[in-house]
Every structure is written in C-alpha cells, then in structure tokens.
C-alpha cells in the first residue's frame, strides 16, 4: 500500500462510518453472473475521514511537488517546459473530449491531423509525416524502421548505424531494437563530428546511414552538417535527424534543407505539450518523398471528399500505434502553433539561443565550460576546478535548497562530472539571473564553507540518502 492512501487510512478513526455510498441498482440475484464470485464484498473498508481533511491532505502533498508552474527548471524542454494555458482550454472544448477514433462523425479531427502534419512538414521541410508515434524514443525506433524496410526494399541488406558519442542516449537504444548495431564516432575537439571518420565508417559496405542530434548533447550545432549529409548520401546511405533539441532551429533553418530524409519530433519539448511524469508523448515521424511508402499505416490523405484514411500498403511498416496516436498532445502542439505563428516560432528559436548564451556567459566566470563555444538552446558545465573537492552531485542537491529544480547531471557521458543546462525560450531575464545568483552562491559556498554542500540538501522532506545503498537495496513501501 502507498505511504500516501496510507496515511488518509491513518487518520481516519473507528466511529461509525458516516459516508454516504449508495447500494448497487442492479438486480442481486443474477450479480454472480455480472462480476466473479471471487471479487464480491460484503464490506467495503472506506476510510472515515471527512472530505475536508482528505482534500487538505492532498493539497498539502502538492505544494510539495515541484513544477514548472512552480519555479525554473535549468533542463527545460527535456523534462518539462512551460504549457501555456490556452492550450489546455482547446484540449478539452467538447469536441474534441465527446468523440471516439470509431465513431464515424469525426472528420473535423481527421482534418486537425492532416492539416497538422502539414504544418510539421513546413517546419522542418519534410514531405510526409505520421503522428502515430507515442513518445521521441517510440518515434526514434520508428524512424529506424522504415529505414530498415527501405533497405529491404530495394533488397539491400545494411546491418549498422553511425552514431556520434554526443547523441541522445535513447539513439543507440532505439537503433539496437531496431535491429541494427552501432558505429560510435567520437566528438572533435569542438564537440562536432570528425569527417575523416565519418568517411572511413561509410566505406564499411553495411551501413545504412548516420543517426545525428543536432543540436547535440553539447547544445553544439555541427557546422559541416550539409558536409556529413553529403558524405554519407554519396555512400547510398540515409540520414536520420534527431528533431529532440529542434528549439533553436525553429524558423531558422530546416532538417530537411541540410540534407536530412528522415526527422523524428518531440511535441513536448518543442511544441509545448506536457509530458512531466513520464507522459503522455508524441513523436511524429517525417520523410522525404521516397519514403512516404514507408510510414505507418493508417495514414491520411486529402480526396476532393475531403480528409480520408488510407490503408493496405504492401511497403509500409504497419502500424504502430493503436488509432491515430496521443490526439490530446497533438491538440495542443496545433493550437500553440497556430497561435504563434511564423513569426512567433521564429522567435522561439531566437530567444531559446540568447537565453542559453546568456546564462552561459554569466556561469562561464565561476565554472568551467568544456566546450567554450556559442551554444544553441543548452550547455553544458563540469565540476572541474570546483573548490574544495565539491561534485556536481554536491551542486545538484545544494541547488534543492534555494527553490529551484537540479539540471541533468552526469549527461553527456563524454564530460567528467557534466551539469547540462537549458533554460528554454520560456524563462524571462529576472529567472534566468536568479538561477546565475543561486550557482554563484553555491560556487561561494565551496570555497568557504564545502561542508554545506556536501551534506546537503537540508531544506528538503528527505535528506541526502546513500545512493549507492538506495540503488542496491531500495525500499519501495513503508
């Protein structure tokens, strides 16, 4: 039983149970029949507490829980970005909330969806979209497949992908499921992909083609991007762009005009749909011509009847996701479109590079920054040269101390003691100098008193845990 219905049983008492819950309207003799012996009560342990105290409970538990609503999160678009509201009000007009996939009076939505997949295609320059994909990782396997089928298609068979060591960490994962194994090109010393390598990797017969993050890990944009799509084109492989860090692009440049064929997107972190708490997620796939074949079935299409659905494509993948995929998360990435606007998404690719930059100058003084390059939507620092022995863990938990959410640490893997940070788009001036003055504190606080930051967080429910006990021997009730 969870701590949590735990303590609403806690502080209920043994007096006579007071609410009120209504005897079934269904017939007792063919019950039996209706639900399993097995599952039948004749005592229903409902706590006695009164409904003031259980909501003051709960309440109480949510001012606990951090959120963007609440204060910053240093890693933004990765965990949780700002959801404008309105976003949430369209979502749930009646619509859209009193209507099922089956039904036949749905074409409204159908045309969301088409018109929707337009737009993606505008945005990165794709000519065919499928938004059945649950998630970015889902999407990322997706992706590989229809890169597999095309292969099989034209009855070549290519076993391996080129992935750079400052990927996304879902890249490899996604590839391997897909089937295929991995080439991992290490980064240059600007944090960019070596060509001398990619080019002895793409002589190797069995590739189909290189799996890029761009910007990557790093919050570095590869400046030979147009060079490694070339190469890896002119070895008859395809190029794969993972759309996860597409903020800063936004309006400025598209995957498919680099030379990309297949894109993956991640609506939560672009395009503002909530996905804290492990979901829901969406990530459409997009393609060049030659793989529209290729997408996931159903796919919708514009008739002079109107928006239909097609099926029965003997090259398609299949299907991947139950109906149309999450509709929710695709309604609001539509409405925050529409609300924007070119202009507007433009502008979200602008603010999301100078708020990066900004923050990255302010901490460059106290802290050390591996890469030392202008940076798109993210950065990332090190805990090298921090005073006193003082590790990123030791920052991350101090950082709980001032109201503010700890950034990914230890990620990317090719930086000792990394700290990534993106303050998104969303952040005003004052919140983004608030986080600087937080972290120049704390760098304060190592040097002077190490021991602080070391032994923290102290103003927190739960105190530093042993986390190499917590991993090994983790308690999971009470």
């Avoid at 997706?142 to 890169?147: K, Q």
């Avoid at 994962?173 to 240059?188: H, K, P, T, V």
């Avoid at 239909?308 to 494509?313: D, F, G, L, Y």
């Avoid at 990620?411 to 972290?439: D, H, N, R």
Wanted: proline share 6%; aromatic share 8%.
């Amino acid at each position: 039983m969870s701590s949590n219905i735990q303590l609403i049983f806690e502080k209920g008492n043994n007096a006579e149970q007071q609410n009120y819950v209504p005897k079934m309207d269904i017939d007792e003799i063919n019950l039996d029949k209706i639900i399993p012996e097995k599952l039948l009560r004749n005592e229903l342990p409902i706590p006695n507490v009164p409904e003031i105290d259980i909501v003051r409970h709960f309440i109480k538990l949510s001012n606990k829980t951090y959120g963007v609503d609440t204060g910053i999160y240093p890693l933004g678009s990765c965990t949780m970005k700002y959801n404008p509201k309105i976003n949430e009000n369209i979502v749930r007009l009646l619509g859209f909330t009193n209507i099922h996939p089956l039904q036949e009076e749905n074409e409204g939505s159908l045309e969301l969806l088409y018109h929707f997949s337009i737009l993606l295609g505008e945005i990165t320059g794709m000519d065919g979209f499928t938004l059945q994909p649950a998630a970015g990782a889902h999407g990322e396997l997706v992706g590989l497949l229809i890169m597999k089928k095309y292969f099989e298609n034209k009855q070549t068979k290519k076993q391996k992908i080129i992935i750079p060591d400052s990927a996304h960490g879902t890249n490899p994962a996604s590839a391997r499921m897909a089937g295929f194994s991995i080439i991992e090109l290490q980064s240059n010393k600007q944090g960019e992909v070596p060509l001398d390598q990619l080019k002895f990797a793409m002589q190797d017969g069995d590739v189909a083609g290189i799996m890029l993050t761009n910007p990557n890990t790093l919050g570095v944009f590869d400046r030979q991007i147009k060079e490694i799509t070339r190469i890896v084109h002119e070895h008859g492989g395809l190029c794969y762009y993972d759309g996860a860090n597409l903020n800063p692009m936004l309006g400025i440049c598209r995957p498919r005009d680099m030379g990309f064929d297949i894109i993956h997107l991640n609506l939560h972190k672009t395009f503002s749909t909530p996905h804290g708490g492990g979901g829901p997620g969406s990530g459409p796939i997009g393609v060049v011509t030659e793989l529209i074949p290729f997408l996931p079935e159903p796919c919708l299409i514009s008739t002079k009847l109107g928006v239909v659905c097609r099926e029965n494509n003997d090259k398609s993948i299949g299907r991947v996701k139950a109906f149309w995929g999450n509709f929710g998360v695709i309604v609001r990435a539509y409405a925050y479109i529409l609300a924007l606007g070119a202009e507007g998404l433009r502008k979200v690719g602008q603010i999301a590079v100078l708020n990066a930059n900004y923050v990255r100058v302010l901490l460059q003084v106290n802290y050390d920054l591996p890469y030392n390059r202008i940076c798109q939507h993210e950065f990332v620092i090190s805990d090298r040269n921090m005073p006193n022995e003082v590790s990123t863990d030791d920052i991350a938990k101090r950082i709980l101390d001032y109201g503010i959410y700890a950034p990914t640490i230890y990620f990317p893997l090719i930086i000792s003691g990394a700290m990534m940070i993106e303050p998104t788009e969303t952040e005003s001036k004052q919140s983004l100098e608030y986080f600087v003055e937080v972290m120049n504190k704390i760098y304060e606080e190592a040097k002077q008193d190490p021991e602080i930051l070391k032994k923290a967080p102290h103003n927190m429910p739960v105190k530093r845990l042993d986390a190499v006990l917590a991993a090994r021997n983790p308690i999971l009730h009470d």
